[in-house]
């Protein structure tokens, strides 16, 4: 394996350089400074945000370094059991968390097709995952392409819904019901946003979840009434 880092260096005050909005998006950097490892392929390999002494951060590298050695394993592996349904969707995980949602779907489909009954207990948090890395690609493409922001809304819904309704005792069950609340809310439909949203305040158990449920519900409201 390659002990090589391709470098991201983006300057958030340089309009003239249009790569530092699209690597700011990508790889979703909210704050700065932010480091980002990536692989040849520009997949995120790890992610430091805010100011890191000199002194910390070897370990800050030999993590990264270990999280890429892992993936390269796996995918050797996937080579000689290429149907292996746990390794399928450990490297399709593996692909979303690095942002790389095309390079996620073929391994995504083996997951699904060799695991019927979800016995490696993995297919409700790649559904959830699928359902987000679609759910990100909608806001953008609503102001670029509204059939393209259309098919990103009903794929990151059905993956949503499809963790909700097959997956009811999965850990990810309500966290996939508030993302389907809020891209509801994304694409403009409200009603549905305050339905789903409502629902999950009036059952969860989860003091976090509750919490953040009804501060998103206000702003859906809010959003709502000014429409």
């Given at each position: 394996m390659s002990k090589k880092f391709i470098p991201i260096k983006v300057n958030p005050e340089d309009q003239e350089r249009p790569e530092n909005v699209e690597a700011v998006r990508r790889y979703q950097v909210s704050g700065f400074p932010t480091i980002v490892f990536a692989s040849s392929d520009g997949g995120m390999i790890a992610k430091q945000v805010g100011f890191i002494y000199p002194n910390d951060f070897a370990p800050v590298i030999e993590a990264a370094l270990e999280k890429e050695q892992t993936f390269v394993e796996q995918l050797a592996k996937l080579e000689q059991t290429p149907d292996d349904a746990?390794?399928?969707?450990?490297?399709?995980?593996?692909?979303?968390?690095?942002?790389?949602?095309?390079?996620?779907?073929?391994?995504?489909?083996?997951?699904?097709?060799?695991?019927?009954?979800?016995?490696?207990?993995?297919?409700?948090?790649?559904?959830?995952?699928?359902?987000?890395?679609?759910?990100?690609?909608?806001?953008?493409?609503?102001?670029?392409?509204?059939?393209?922001?259309?098919?990103?809304?009903?794929?990151?819904?059905?993956?949503?819904?499809?963790?909700?309704?097959?997956?009811?005792?999965?850990?990810?069950?309500?966290?996939?019901?508030?993302?389907?609340?809020?891209?509801?809310?994304?694409?403009g439909n409200?009603?549905?946003?305050?339905?789903?949203?409502?629902?999950?305040?009036?059952?969860?158990?989860?003091?976090?979840?509750k919490q953040n449920t009804e501060a998103m519900l206000e702003r859906v409201k809010d959003l709502a009434s000014s429409n």
């Open positions: 746990k390794l399928n969707a450990q490297v399709a995980l593996t692909y979303l968390e690095r942002t790389q949602l095309e390079k996620a779907l073929p391994f995504s489909e083996k997951a699904f097709k060799h695991d019927p009954k979800n016995s490696t207990g993995l297919l409700p948090e790649l559904h959830n995952q699928l359902g987000l890395a679609y759910g990100t690609k909608v806001e953008s493409a609503m102001v670029k392409n509204a059939e393209k922001a259309a098919m990103y809304y009903e794929k990151a819904v059905a993956h949503f819904t499809t963790v909700i309704d097959k997956y009811p005792k999965s850990e990810v069950n309500e966290h996939a019901q508030y993302y389907l609340g809020v891209i509801h809310a994304i694409k409200f009603d549905d946003a305050i339905s789903v949203l409502e629902k999950l305040i009036h059952h969860t158990s989860d003091a976090n979840i």
